[in-house]
């Protein structure tokens, strides 16, 4: 059905006011996603508003995608419809907020920041220190699925997103688990949308059970090694023994050069740095000289008592040692937020240094991590791509293409790069065995994810998000069908 | 069951692995809970393809398909609530893989909860959800309720230690979901799955997670000669960000039989008793240990015990483990109820309880997981006696609604099941039903798998859509709940 613009403009001012309809060409071109534009932008005020756009966009059979602040939308394959923009960035209230329960629910819309800084006025916080942190909603984040280094310790949304609601996609508001810290009641349906991208539901409100914050007395440490080998034994030794760091990553020199080259715009969270945000810090302080930027870095940070520091730094320095770290440093207030607030903002910087990064998210087990620290950057120098590499300790690795530009030499060059990328992840002949690892496209040039002409006369293909449809796809269809029958939500995308 | 279909099983399984005389179905009628239902056939799968077969034929012959692990659910879960057939994963017990390196396990869905952990403590690790039955229970029941227990507080319950599960499908096919690292492309299937309670597939092998065990443990008994005096210091212990690896409650009444029982050393005299265990370094369980000990006594703790080895604190948590066990001296039948409640409501909780309990006529006694708002309240009953079940089961009604006007659940860790499956509606609108009841459909589409479990019978024109085995359990209607 061909609607015109206009024509859904009107319905929808009539449906939430005039003033929450845009259909500006400038304005609409922001919310492009794969450099596909909607038709017209609706900006609901409450989750009923939010419910009524998309009874109108199942009547009208026309496609919607939610927004926040837009940080990710390039995450996830090229949308095959786009019609309607949906900004839940005027859903930014925190909703309820019970301290002594350690319990809070906030509007999709609400920013993360502006969520910690409620919850740091009871010295609490939400574990999810994104990169585009100082811009990003919450519903945002939740739907990108993006993790954070604090994973480490506090797990990823799915291990504290407590309850949801939502609109499906029949236009009726739902909701799903609750805002208590325990429950098994019904379907855990609020998982589903984590990492969803904006296909299953439009999420209007988020339950969580926030932490302590970490605040008191946090520390950063960071190791630097000659090879990726002395990183890892470092690694294992932490992991064999009764420490507990907030995050543990492993860093490329690549990405070390990357970190100490650039300076993102945004200062370190302040739920983690314990200060309050100091809004004439335009960007983070530069890196110091005790961070080697030829090296492979280890970097943790951990909190605690002053006896569990001291604990912690002696524990640390021994197994740096033992694992022949070339240097080591001890990061205090002062400077840790110039490693930390990299770590935090390695995916949006990433994004920024190059107009062509292409990023992978490989999800193996940890013990997988020494091959593919030997496999990955031959890959990347076989096809003359600068890389980059960050390595959580639960075995999710980021690997970061850096073509100087989008051309087609590029092109063939990262078409060429992913295959052998996946087959260093998972052996082709074993794509069968559950035990195996992913690769996913998370960040590519939007032409990229359409169709990559390989110039030595082979067919186009396209640099595929997920190299093969997931084992269970036909499940997923299932449940996409379930929540969103006419498939209105982001075709497409997932 | 006609003896026709009773051998086409047998075919399948051989003979040693279907039950369907009615001596031996009386057994599978009951678990935890107070509720009943009996099978028509129990089979014994001892492989994923078994399962797939099983399924199969039931479909062939439109009998209902449940599944069941150790039958300790407490919301009648694992029961065949309309007939059919029940599969026991008895003797799909093996651990296929414990990846000590990785913190991974691989296993079948009847291996013990206990013995996972025993399994794996030779590399200082064990599985971290352990529920009060964790000696007889199975991971697969534990998946299935996404089980919960008191160590939770701090680790989380099931759902949060499943990485990747092998499923059958009502049809039969057989899927895997999640991966053994955990992050998988696409939906969060593996979190669809893991509580569902046995409505949308049957789980067939299980990858979970295996945590390192702490350091130190230091495990303290605070005593208080006031159940709100107690119930105010969980309060606080949770406003002051403390975060314990368990809290729990016992109150006077229920110790008291504990104590007669086992001896854990509870006194006998207080009115309420905290069992809370700090876990993690050396450092931070002295510091965690203090703090709770100011906490107890700034609310008037009579006295505030550390379990001196591991023999007292052995002692301690049997105290707790088999308290149930310990209270079915007293009455003929006991109901264990699970509600959750918001941690800051808990003191008024706790009274409105007492006040439900005079209402109804019962004692009602509590022994729950404090720290994090799980409240189980026992209701002790002669289930002869149809009038008193009848008062028991509105008590508890009554307590649930209670839980969810505070802005608390249906459940915590027990599961829906038959149990509360009328209660849904106080929580669920009819567009949480539409949607659950689609996704339930898009992978149960004719309820073959476990029929009458979580959604209330009573919606719509009262009947659910089941499939309708043979016998006197074709039809399922509201009031045949507790038939």
Known sequence: ?494 | MNSGLVREFEKLLGPSSVLHRPEDLLLYEYDGSVEKGRPNLVVFPTTTEDVSRVVKLAAKYNLPIVGRGAGTGLSGGALARTGGVMLVFARMNRILELDAENQRAIVQPGVVNYELTRAAEPHGLYFAPDPSSWKSCTIGGNVAENAGGPHTLAYGVTTNHVTALELVLPDGEIVRVGSTQGDAPGYDLTGLFVGSEGTLALVTEITVKLSRKPEAVKTLLGIFDSVDDAAETVVDITARAITPSACEMLDGWTLRAVEDYIHAGFPMDSAAVLLIEVEGLTETVAAQAAAITEVCNAHHAREVRLARDDAERDLLWKGRKNAFGALGRLAPSNYVLDGVIPRSKLPQALRRIRQIGDQFGFQIGNIFHAGDGNLHPIVLFDRRDKQQFERALQAAAEIIRYCVEVGGALTGEHGVGMEKSELMPLLFSDADFDLMRRVHDAFNPDSALNPGKIFPLSKGCGEIRVRKPSGPTSVVTPSGNHK
């Open chain 1, 1 to 494: 059905m061909i609607v015109s613009s206009t024509n859904i403009a009107t319905r929808l001012e009539s449906a939430i006011g005039s003033s929450r309809v845009v259909t500006d060409a400038a304005i609409r071109a922001a919310y492009a996603v794969d450099e596909i534009i909607p038709s017209v932008v609706a900006k609901p005020s409450s989750p009923e508003e939010a419910a009524e756009v998309v009874r109108l966009a199942a009547q009208e059979n026309l496609a919607l995608i939610p927004t926040g602040a837009r940080t990710k939308l390039q995450i996830g394959r090229p949308p095959t419809r786009y019609d309607i923009a949906l900004d839940l960035t005027a859903l930014n209230q925190i909703v309820h907020y019970d301290p002594s329960d350690l319990t809070l629910s906030a509007e999709a819309g609400t920013p993360i920041e502006k969520l910690n800084a409620t919850l740091l006025e009871h010295r609490q916080f939400l574990p999810l220190l994104v990169s585009w942190y100082s811009r990003s909603t919450i519903g945002g984040t939740i739907a990108s699925g993006i993790d954070s280094p604090l994973r480490q310790f506090y797990g990823t949304a799915r291990d504290f997103l407590i309850g949801a609601e939502f609109v499906d996609g029949t236009g009726k508001l739902c909701k799903s688990g609750g805002r208590v810290v325990k429950n098994v009641t019904g379907y855990d349906l609020h998982k589903l949308l984590i990492g969803s991208l904006g296909t299953l539901a439009v999420i209007t409100r988020l339950n969580f059970r926030t932490f302590p914050s970490v605040i008191a007395g946090s520390r950063g440490f960071v190791a630097s090694f000659s090879n990726a080998q002395g990183a890892l034994a470092l690694r294992h030794a932490i992991l064999q023994s009764p420490l507990t760091p907030l995050t543990l990553d492993i860093l490329n020199p690549g990405l070390a050069q990357v970190f100490s080259q650039s300076a993102p715009a945004t200062p370190e969270a302040s739920a983690f740095s314990g200060e309050a945000r100091n809004t004439n810090h335009a960007s983070l302080p530069p890196i110091g000289d005790w961070f080697h930027p030829s090296e492979w870095q280890l970097c943790a940070a951990f909190a605690g008592t002053p006896e569990v520091l001291v604990r912690y730094t002696r524990a640390l320095t021994r197994f740096a040692e033992e694992s022949r770290a070339t240097a080591t440093a001890f990061l205090d207030d002062a400077t840790r937020p110039a490693v930390w607030g990299r770590l935090r903002e390695t995916l949006s910087m990433l994004l920024e240094s190059s107009p062509a990064t292409v990023i992978f998210k490989i999800s193996v087990l940890p013990s997988h991590h020494a091959a593919l620290f030997a496999s990955l950057p031959q890959i990347a120098d076989r096809n003359a791509l600068p890389h980059a590499l960050v390595a959580r300790a639960d075995g999710t690795i980021y690997f970061t293409l850096l073509p100087a530009c989008i051309d087609q030499i590029n092109a063939a060059r990262v078409a060429f790069a992913a295959i052998q990328v996946r087959n260093a992840v998972c052996d082709p002949r074993d794509r069968a065995n559950p035990r195996r690892g992913h690769a996913s496209l998370l960040f590519a040039p939007p032409d990229w994810k359409r169709v990559v002409t390989v110039p030595d006369g082979g067919e186009g293909f396209a640099i595929d998000l997920w190299g093969r449809p997931p084992l269970n796809l036909p499940l997923m269809r299932r449940l996409k069908s379930a929540f969103d029958p006419q498939n209105i939500f982001a075709p497409g995308r997932l």
